[in-house]
Nanobody, 126 residues
Framework: VQLQASGGGLVQAGGFLRLSCAAS????????MAWFRQAPGKERECVGV????????YLADSVKDRFTISRDSAKNTVYLQMNSLKPEDTAVYYC????????????????????WGQGTLVTVSS
């Protein structure tokens, strides 16, 4: 599986962006999908995770009132809708995937994911 992230850019505070992560594999069934971000000088952190069925999702406290994670299985694509962006959201955003046996909880640790996209830069100006 290869992942291609897109949708980043420069936006003013209060604006919005939608990130997309397209997978090369014909199907992403049984793959949990996640978005991570890494700001300069900081560790990579989990922003959101969505389960392979789309029925469960997690968003970090810092974004849960502003971001939405979703997936379109027909298009093998995962989205991160980011509203009310803040300068502190500035980072390189990465999508990631992991095979998830049925019944396993969503994972937020970087090391749990073995498939990564190339990253897309989001810059929020004040």
């Amino acid at each position: 599986v290869q992942l291609q992230a897109s949708g980043g850019g420069l936006v003013q505070a209060g604006g919005f962006l939608r990130l997309s992560c397209a997978a090369s594999r014909r199907t992403l069934s049984l793959y949990d999908m996640a978005w991570f971000r890494q700001a300069p000088g900081k560790e990579r952190e989990c922003v959101g995770v969505i389960g392979w069925s789309g029925g469960s999702a997690y968003l970090a406290d810092s974004v849960k009132d502003r971001f939405t994670i979703s997936r379109d299985s027909a298009k093998n694509t995962v989205y991160l809708q980011m509203n009310s962006l803040k300068p502190e959201d500035t980072a390189v955003y990465y999508c990631a995937a992991r095979q998830a046996p049925i019944g396993t909880p969503l994972q937020k640790q970087v090391w749990k994911y073995d498939i990564w996209g190339q990253g897309t830069l989001v810059t929020v100006s004040s």
